[in-house]
């Protein structure tokens, strides 16, 4: 079982770019998906969730509006599009998978590594 | 959205001590509580989900409880493995919410 990330990289305030994750291992279209970021020298924060048939999402009040979580389940991707990028924005956005079968009220028991987002001008 | 407040933010123990981390949630959270661990490089680990059961895997020196609003991570004899900043994190309501975390620091 494995997440992989990727696409973090550098931006200017106002603009805009979009996380992937890669899942392998396991039934991915079975699972709802999160994504959860770390700030510099901060604490996890919850940042965005997804059902396993992609129908429903969920947001942190902090992105609402901002960020789109979608997920490909034929390639077995999960996304995070990101726009109106703020400076508070940067830190390590990590993929993570809910533990339950089809179930979103569960804790994230696979985590990928994690990709870098800096928002900089 | 529920709120977690962890308790205390850093902690200074040795080698065989036992430490308790508190958690308590903003409204009644039933179980839906989870515990993770952290170390500076890698992704967090879950340790214990439904507010007590440990996750396969984990060492027994570790445990938790509580339900409703109120929550403990105990570590019964600390090991030098175990330093690290542990999360706790609701998921009974999205937004899953996680605590403020708590480092625990070699004294």
């Known amino acids: 079982v494995q997440l992989v990330e990727s696409g973090g990289g550098l931006v200017h305030p106002g603009g805009s770019l979009r996380l992937s994750c890669t899942a392998s291992?396991?039934?991915?279209?079975?699972?709802?998906m999160s994504w959860v970021r770390q700030a510099p020298g901060k604490g996890l924060e919850w940042v965005s969730g997804?059902?396993?048939?992609?129908?429903?999402?969920y947001y942190a009040d902090s992105v609402k509006g901002r960020f789109t979580i979608s997920r490909d389940n034929s390639r077995n991707t999960l996304y995070l599009q990101m726009n109106s990028l703020r400076v508070e924005d940067t830190a390590k956005y990590y993929c993570?998978?809910?533990?339950?079968?089809?179930?979103?009220?569960?804790?994230?028991?696979?985590w990928g590594r994690g990709t870098m987002l800096t928002v900089s001008s | 959205a529920i709120q977690l407040t962890q308790s205390p933010s850093s902690l200074s123990a040795s080698v065989g001590d036992r430490v308790t981390i508190t958690c308590r949630a903003s409204?009644?959270?039933?179980?839906?509580l989870a515990w993770y661990q952290e170390k500076p490089g890698k992704a967090p680990k879950l340790l214990i989900c439904?507010?007590?059961s440990l996750e396969s895997g984990v060492p027994s020196r570790f445990s938790g409880s509580g339900s409703g609003t109120d929550f403990t991570l105990t570590i019964s004899s600390l090991q030098p493995e175990d330093f690290a900043t542990y999360y706790c994190?609701?998921?009974?309501?999205?937004?899953?919410?996680f605590g403020q975390g708590t480092r625990l620091e070699i004294k």
């Open positions: 994190q609701q998921f009974k309501t999205y937004p899953h919410i």
């Open positions: 439904d507010a007590s």
């Open positions: 409204q009644g959270i039933s179980s839906a």
């Open positions: 997804i059902s396993g048939s992609g129908t429903i999402k």
């Open positions: 993570a998978k809910v533990k339950g079968y089809n179930y979103a009220a569960d804790p994230l028991d696979i």
């Open positions: 291992g396991f039934t991915f279209d079975s699972y709802t």
